[in-house]
């Protein structure tokens, strides 16, 4: 027959340091989840921002290209020449 061990109660030291530790990791823990909900967060705005980015690069090209086709217009229909945009004036170049 096994023979059964004394128990041993821990001083209110020992439990206060084991108490330490153990609220120690809780706290590890808490901040850990904390941080990767911070992290996924600043990952969805990055995604937003690397769309938007993208959103208006694309429309920067297309002005560029409704540019492109305004100005031939103009230069087939009027020749080439200088435009001030202030004054809205267009002087032909012969």
Known sequence: ?????KE????KQE???L????IGFEEVQFSLGSLEIVRIQTE?????????RLQLETQYTNLLNDEQELLQ??????GPG??????GVFTPIK
Not at 8 to 11: D, E, L, M, P, S
Not at 73 to 78: G, I, V
């Open 1 to 5: 027959m096994a023979k059964k061990s």
């Open 44 to 52: 969805n705005k990055l995604e937003q921002i690397s769309n938007r």
């Open 15 to 17: 439990m206060e340091s």
């Open 8 to 11: 041993i109660k821990f001083t």
């Open 82 to 87: 200088n435009f001030n945009p202030e004054t």
């Open 19 to 22: 108490n330490k530790v153990k």
């Open 73 to 78: 217009e103009l230069n087939d229909k009027y």
